[in-house]
């Protein structure tokens, strides 16, 4: 972890020597049998140091750190909120593996990550290229774009359910009718209903690319363009050859931003569809959700950490490849 | 293009050479005026010159404008229309242009009867909490790990951002356990408590790490020269590292309240009491047992106060959403 020792810079000017203390343990003085020691560390500053760290390291602990862990454990533990847990290795794995809704989960979530790459990855770059090159209303454009990031997802979803009505006179039917289209079932058939949920997905998240984008366009030195016109470049020579080789750091990243975030989407299959029709739209965390929350017979609290874990596993890698690229990004 | 080549400026004394300098580089940045932000992008202005490259411009211009309005601000005006129109009307022709009556009433309706003026306090309560514990924690932490940097402030670095690797939803179900049976406080049960909200919202390493890093860019010269002064470390800390502060201070605020008020999966587990959710997690559960034409006016109601901050503070939003992206963060 470079950023962490980054900041063992010299401790300026402060003389007075700290004790050292255990890993994670910051109260040393317990540890210390000598009183004059302990109160050289409150002059130093020790004590209020940690009153600064107190409410980070109790939220931590009781938020995050230990929930991480219990959740390794919880995994392993047969668990309801009654009787105490007990252990049962890794029946609840075997039970998730075992599921047969898990296998069209694990299709549902790739399904939907296929599609949400096709539309809603290249839409984002396509309008930011074409954004940076209007020279008027710049400003206006962009707040145009932004404002479905505005609008509350939970609200966004129930007004393009609205939008989704299935009878020849809903929103969408209405429009397909000018143009001679028949109308659609949108979410009411197992074919059109994930590439729905897609679109609405795509429609309230591009906004947020885009600016991301557009700054990322301002960074590129304008050199490159003039030397690319010296060899008598086209645009199209400079888009493809200058402007996409110089945004393929914040392209990838962007990639797996959006692959960490596809992976886990809930809202759109649980409000539009609850994972119907014929299970069509069942992704991994409805799955998991069903197992916790939604189990007629109590929580199946075992099988669905048993389940987060394995996501967990997939997603943290990502994550640390994401994390490794923006460190790069930042410091070059 | 002016030349590329520095201007030379032999036998000038050093003021005369910097307003000269200064001089230069700001008739470069005039003549660059028509580029718009003093970059010049693709497009080069001798390209612009063409033909072919300004009817297409001007047809990149006009898709650009008619494709983002539509999808801008068409669904939010549809929205506004039909919270106004009579629920037949909205459902034989979305998309009259005038419906054949209005009806005014839909909105006292929702605000009223559905109690929309109740959900809408319990996401502000729940909103204003978790930017409080947020910002709370994050400044806290980070002037400890940044300005007073324990010996032990290494590790802490490292826990904190182990905790970005996890995804959410490892921590969902046992996260929920520790609400329904917290630690400490014997029978206790956070549930139906915004604390549950609160707080493990406030458990942000993003935020934490945004703050440290603005934080450890702050010039160390101030601190020492307050500290000679005689100010201890909470005086250094709430007039002179906070006050210093309110850029990256308004970005973990933007970053929180737009978080609280977008959530739903969370608060729906651990508010179960509907007195005390917010509009999110209400809106899905009014929806069977009221009429189109009241829950589009309710929809409506519930977009209009984040899309009013928006407009008022463009800028600041529109700064953070560059910087959600983690660019530099």
Redesign the interface.
């Known amino acids: 972890?470079t950023?962490?020792?980054k900041?063992?810079a010299p401790?300026?000017?402060d003389p007075v020597p700290?004790p050292?203390?255990g890993?994670?343990v910051?109260a040393p003085p317990a540890r210390r049998p000598r009183t004059r020691n302990l109160r050289t560390w409150v002059r130093g500053?020790?004590l209020?140091?940690l009153v600064?760290?107190?409410?980070?390291l109790i939220?931590?602990t009781?938020?995050?750190?230990?929930?991480?862990v219990?959740?390794v454990i919880?995994s392993l533990q047969e668990?309801n909120?009654l009787d105490a847990p007990t252990w049962v290795g890794l029946d609840n794995f075997v039970h998730v593996l075992n599921d047969p809704l898990l296998g069209t989960a694990i299709l549902n979530t790739l399904y939907f990550a296929l599609l949400a790459l096709l539309f809603g990855f290249p839409l984002p770059i396509v309008?930011a290229?074409?954004?940076?090159?209007?020279?008027?209303a710049?400003?206006f454009?962009?707040?145009?774009?932004?404002?479905?990031?505005?609008?509350?997802?939970?609200?966004?979803v129930?007004?393009?359910k609205?939008?989704y009505?299935a009878?020849p006179?809903?929103?969408f039917n209405?429009?397909l009718g000018w143009v001679g289209i028949p109308p659609q079932p949108w979410l009411q058939s197992s074919a059109t209903a994930m590439p729905s949920l897609v679109l609405e997905a795509t429609?309230a998240a591009a906004?947020?690319?885009i600016?991301?984008y557009?700054?990322?366009?301002?960074s590129v030195p304008?050199e490159l363009?003039?030397a690319a016109?010296v060899d008598g470049a086209s645009?199209w020579n400079?888009?493809w050859h200058?402007?996409l080789p110089q945004l393929r750091g914040?392209l990838f990243?962007?990639l797996i931003?959006q692959v960490?975030a596809t992976a886990?989407v809930?809202?759109e299959p649980?409000?539009f569809t609850g994972g119907g029709p014929n299970n069509a739209t069942v992704t991994i965390?409805l799955l998991?959700?069903r197992y916790?929350?939604q189990n007629s017979l109590g929580?199946d609290?075992g099988e669905?950490?048993a389940l987060?874990?394995m996501?967990?596993i997939v997603?943290?890698l990502l994550?640390?490849l994401y994390?490794k690229l923006?460190e790069r990004?930042?410091t070059s | 293009?002016t030349t590329t080549q520095p201007p030379v400026f032999e036998g000038v004394d050093a003021p005369h050479a910097a307003s000269g300098l200064r001089g230069v580089i700001g008739r470069r940045r005039a003549a660059r005026r028509?580029?718009?932000?003093g970059?010049?992008?693709?497009?080069?202005d001798?390209?612009r010159k063409n033909r072919g490259?300004k009817v297409g411009?001007g047809g990149?211009?006009f898709?650009?404008?008619v494709?983002?309005?539509i999808?801008?601000?068409g669904?939010?005006l549809?929205?506004a229309k039909?919270a106004v129109t009579p629920t037949q009307d909205?459902?034989?022709?979305?998309?009259a242009l005038w419906p054949n009556g209005i009806d005014w009433a839909n909105l006292p309706q929702a605000w009223n009867d559905v109690h929309i003026d109740q959900f809408f306090w319990n996401t502000i309560v729940i909103a204003a909490g978790s930017w409080f514990?947020q910002l709370?924690?994050a400044t806290?932490?980070g002037?400890?790990?940044?300005v007073?940097?324990?010996?032990?402030?290494?590790?802490?670095?490292?826990?904190?951002?182990a905790?970005?690797?996890?995804?959410?939803?490892?921590?969902?179900?046992?996260?929920?356990?520790?609400i329904?049976?917290?630690?400490l406080l014997g029978d206790v049960s956070l549930l139906n408590n915004y604390l549950a909200v609160w707080?493990?919202a406030?458990?942000n390493?993003f935020n934490?790490l945004l703050v440290k890093r603005f934080f450890?860019a702050l010039p160390?010269e101030v601190f020492?020269a307050a500290k000679t002064d005689g100010a201890?470390?909470?005086r250094l800390?709430w007039s002179i590292v906070l006050p210093m502060s309110k850029p990256i201070l308004g970005v973990v605020s933007v970053f929180a309240i737009i978080a609280a008020?977008?959530d739903?999966?969370w608060p729906m587990?651990v508010l179960p009491d509907p007195a005390v959710q917010p509009?999110?997690?209400r809106?899905?559960a009014v929806?069977q047992s009221i009429e189109?034409d009241v829950?589009?006016a309710a929809?409506a109601i519930?977009?209009l106060i984040?899309?009013v901050?928006?407009?008022v503070f463009?800028g600041v939003?529109?700064r953070s959403?560059?910087l959600?992206?983690?660019?530099?963060?």
Request: proline share 8%; no cysteine; charged share 10%.
């Open positions: 972890m950023l962490s020792t900041h063992q401790t300026e000017g700290r050292a203390s890993p994670m910051p500053g020790g209020s140091t600064f760290l107190a409410p980070m939220v931590f009781v938020f995050s750190w230990s929930p991480i219990q959740s919880m668990t909120l309008v290229v074409l954004m940076s090159e209007v020279r008027r710049k400003g454009y962009s707040a145009l774009a932004y404002l479905p990031v505005v609008v509350p997802p939970v609200v966004a129930l007004l393009w609205v939008f009505d009878s006179t809903g929103l209405t429009i429609w906004g947020g690319s600016i991301i557009l700054a990322a366009l301002l304008p363009y003039d016109e645009i400079k888009i200058v402007t914040i990243i962007m931003l960490i886990q809930f809202l649980f409000l965390l998991i959700y916790a929350f929580g609290y669905a950490t987060s874990v996501l967990a997603l943290a994550s640390w994390f923006t990004w930042s | 293009m028509p580029d718009e932000t970059d010049r992008g693709i497009v080069s001798h390209d490259v411009m990149v211009h898709v650009l404008f494709g983002l309005v999808a801008g601000l669904p939010l549809w929205l039909s909205t459902l034989r022709q979305p998309l514990f709370l924690v806290t932490a002037y400890a790990l940044s007073l940097r324990p010996r032990y402030a290494p590790i802490l670095n490292g826990a904190i951002l905790t970005l690797f996890i995804p959410a939803v490892v921590l969902l179900v046992p996260l929920y356990l520790t329904v049976n917290p630690p707080l493990p406030a458990a390493a934490i450890d160390r020492e201890g470390p909470f800390f008020w977008k739903f999966l587990l509009l999110s997690v809106l899905p929806q189109l829950f589009l929809l519930s977009t984040p899309v901050l928006f407009l463009q939003f529109l959403a560059g959600g992206g983690a660019v530099k963060g």
